[in-house]
């Protein structure tokens, strides 16, 4: 291309890494005198680009945000990231509703990669391999997902319209938060206004989102991912399970996360290492019971159930049925 509208085309790479740049600066880069850099940045001006002229001491130019995304200019190994992370994003199920989105930007970078670099990608996606296979996953509407965020931002009110696993429909007030993205799905934790408790809601689930007048003080201390958790942990199931497990914080928390169950962890005595085992008490709730047993069993730890009843009857069938198996020649 003509060595001029390269140099624009650096210009606005330069431009593109942020900050505010000199033009002495930018005109040292291009090997330029200073107002052929005003005359390249009135080019890009004119190609809709949003170049702002910055006044005084520290002036110059930087980028400011436009009615739409200017031409992007990355290199081999941005272009890589960028393809890696939309592979990423639509494996993990972090994407939004519009999953042609993440596939029509692909297309499009891929289009302009360089033969060697497409060659080199499509190589790694070739000899790239995954441990779990891919679930087709709920994903939420993006103008959802921007307006919690914006709420969440700005402690503002934001009323929603949800519906609940059991297909009921409600409109809320919610002052939210965090946004937690967590085993594929997206959620938003925050206090429910109309009954003034902390709520976690999926964000697929939420048909609409208006951020409302007035503001909020978020609560310091546990942190939205803390709470997304905790909420699993505590989540209204048929079944409340209370054990007491004799081990360290970490054996037990291999095998019972704290999206699965809270552990009430007792302060060492003096002098007594933390990572001590110990007896811990640690509760649960759950729909069905059926895949306790294995999972006490894979602990491997002395354990006392303390409720419910079934459980107990779970685990010494369990055991009946393993003890049959080792025996049998």
Same mark, same amino acid.
């Given at each position: 291309?003509?060595?001029? &509208?390269?140099? +624009?085309?650096?210009?606005?790479?330069?431009?593109?890494?942020?900050?505010?740049?000199?033009?002495?600066?930018?005109?040292?880069?291009?090997?330029?005198?200073?107002?052929?850099?005003?005359?390249?940045?009135?080019?890009?001006?004119?190609?809709?680009?949003?170049?702002?002229?910055?006044?005084?001491?520290?002036?110059?130019?930087?980028?400011?945000?436009?009615?739409? $995304?200017p031409p992007?200019?990355?290199?081999?190994?941005?272009?890589?990231?960028?393809?890696?992370?939309?592979?990423?994003?639509?494996?993990?199920?972090?994407?939004? &509703?519009?999953?042609?989105?993440?596939?029509? !930007?692909?297309?499009?970078?891929?289009?302009?990669?360089?033969?060697?670099?497409?060659?080199?990608?499509?190589?790694?996606?070739?000899?790239?391999?995954?441990?779990?296979?891919?679930? *087709?996953? =709920?994903?939420?509407?993006?103008?959802?997902?921007?307006? +919690? #965020? @914006?709420? +969440?931002?700005?402690?503002?009110?934001?009323?929603?319209?949800?519906?609940?696993? =059991?297909?009921?429909?409600?409109?809320?007030?919610?002052?939210?938060?965090?946004?937690?993205?967590?085993?594929?799905?997206?959620?938003? &934790?925050?206090? *429910? !206004?109309?009954?003034?408790? =902390?709520?976690?809601?999926?964000?697929?689930?939420?048909? @609409? !989102?208006?951020?409302?007048?007035?503001?909020?003080? #978020?609560?310091?201390?546990?942190?939205?991912?803390?709470?997304? $958790?905790?909420?699993?942990?505590t989540a209204?199931? /048929?079944?409340?399970?209370?054990?007491?497990?004799?081990?360290?914080?970490?054996?037990?928390?291999? /095998?019972?996360?704290?999206?699965?169950?809270?552990?009430?962890?007792?302060?060492?005595?003096?002098?007594? *290492?933390?990572?001590?085992?110990?007896?811990?008490?640690?509760?649960?709730?759950?729909? /069905?019971?059926?895949?306790?047993?294995?999972?006490l069993a894979?602990?491997?730890?002395?354990?006392?159930?303390?409720?419910?009843?079934? $459980?107990? @009857?779970?685990?010494? #069938?369990?055991?009946?049925?393993?003890?049959?198996?080792?025996?049998?020649?």
């Amino acid at each position: 291309m003509p060595r001029p &509208t390269g140099r +624009v085309l650096t210009l606005l790479e330069l431009l593109q890494s942020g900050g505010t740049r000199t033009v002495a600066e930018l005109a040292d880069r291009l090997g330029v005198e200073g107002r052929t850099v005003r005359r390249y940045v009135d080019q890009l001006i004119d190609l809709d680009v949003p170049v702002e002229s910055v006044r005084g001491r520290y002036g110059g130019y930087r980028l400011a945000p436009g009615y739409r $995304l200017p031409p992007l200019m990355l290199s081999d190994d941005e272009a890589l990231a960028v393809l890696l992370g939309l592979v990423a994003g639509r494996r993990a199920g972090l994407t939004t &509703t519009e999953r042609t989105a993440s596939e029509t !930007a692909s297309a499009k970078i891929r289009r302009v990669l360089p033969k060697r670099t497409a060659r080199r990608l499509d190589t790694l996606l070739e000899a790239l391999a995954f441990t779990d296979q891919p679930d *087709d996953f =709920d994903t939420p509407d993006a103008e959802v997902l921007l307006t +919690v #965020a @914006d709420a +969440v931002r700005h402690r503002r009110p934001v009323s929603i319209r949800y519906t609940d696993r =059991d297909g009921r429909r409600s409109e809320r007030t919610l002052h939210a938060y965090g946004i937690v993205a967590h085993a594929g799905r997206w959620y938003v &934790t925050g206090k *429910d !206004a109309r009954i003034g408790e =902390d709520r976690t809601f999926r964000l697929d689930r939420i048909a @609409d !989102a208006r951020t409302l007048p007035g503001s909020f003080e #978020a609560p310091v201390g546990t942190g939205p991912a803390q709470r997304v $958790l905790s909420g699993f942990a505590t989540a209204e199931y /048929r079944h409340e399970v209370t054990l007491r497990i004799h081990g360290t914080v970490g054996q037990i928390r291999a /095998r019972l996360p704290a999206s699965v169950a809270s552990l009430e962890e007792y302060a060492p005595v003096a002098g007594e *290492d933390r990572a001590t085992e110990r007896w811990m008490r640690v509760e649960l709730r759950a729909e /069905r019971l059926d895949w306790l047993p294995l999972v006490l069993a894979s602990l491997d730890r002395p354990f006392v159930i303390e409720r419910p009843d079934e $459980l107990r @009857d779970l685990v010494i #069938a369990l055991a009946d049925r393993l003890t049959s198996y080792a025996r049998q020649a």
